[in-house]
Each structure stands twice: as C-alpha cells, then as structure tokens.
Nanobody, 122 residues
Framework: QVQLVEAGGGLVQAGGSLRLSCATS????????MGWFRQASGKEREFVAA????????FYADSVKGRFTISRENAKNTVYLQMNSLKPEDTAVYYC???????????????WGQGTQVTVSS
C-alpha cells in the first residue's frame, strides 16, 4: 500500500506561485511513476504532469507547459509541483497519484491522495 498526502495549496493572486508537495509512505517513492491531476468545480479530473521513476523524464499538459514543473526527491519520498504564473483557470483541487506506467491516463495510477485546493484570484 502507498499513502499519499498533498500539501501546499491555498489562495494566490493571478501571476503568483505555489509549490505543492506530495509525501508518500508505505512503499518507497522510487518504485512509482508519479503524477499530478486536477479537478475544477463541475469538471472532470484532468492530467497536469507526470515524472518517471528515475526523474529523467517528465511531461505536461499543454495548458501548464512552461509554467509548472514536476520534480521528485526519492530520498525524502516526496514529489513536488512548482506552479508559476498562475491563472484563474488553474483553480482546482490538485491530486497526486502513484502508478506503474509513465502515462497521462488517470486509470493507470493506482494510488491517490486526498487533494489540496488551489484557488487563483483575478
């Protein structure tokens, strides 16, 4: 089993920055591909970013490319999402997820955190 706990959400003005973290327990972080997803009110959950086990490969949704950065510290069992140049449309509950396949598809991720709210005001 893997437990994921997100932190770092909050309220920020447009153009600002936040860094989300996701701490894992149970199996070590290095065993999993890690992803971030988000769900805005009234919308389906969508892919944001993913990072491979080895930290060599990352990919992003087009909507966040160039603004968000996913990273991991396997020694600390923590994955991060640095969010810069935030926009009101980034407002959502952000979830981290752990899985075995380096993919943007929600269904391949086995473990999920409880989510953290990010609100960007205009």
């Amino acid at each position: 089993q893997v437990q994921l706990v997100e932190a770092g959400g909050g309220l920020v003005q447009a153009g600002g920055s936040l860094r989300l973290s996701c701490a894992t327990s149970g199996r070590t972080l290095s065993s999993h591909v890690m992803g971030w997803f988000r769900q805005a009110s009234g919308k389906e959950r969508e892919f944001v970013a993913a990072i491979s086990r080895s930290d060599i490969s990352t990919f992003y949704a087009d909507s966040v490319k160039g603004r968000f950065t996913i990273s991991r510290e396997n020694a600390k069992n923590t994955v991060y999402l640095q969010m810069n140049s935030l926009k009101p449309e980034d407002t959502a509950v952000y979830y981290c997820a752990a899985g075995g396949i380096f993919d943007r598809t929600e269904g391949v991720y086995e473990y999920w955190g409880q989510g953290t709210q990010v609100t960007v005001s205009s």
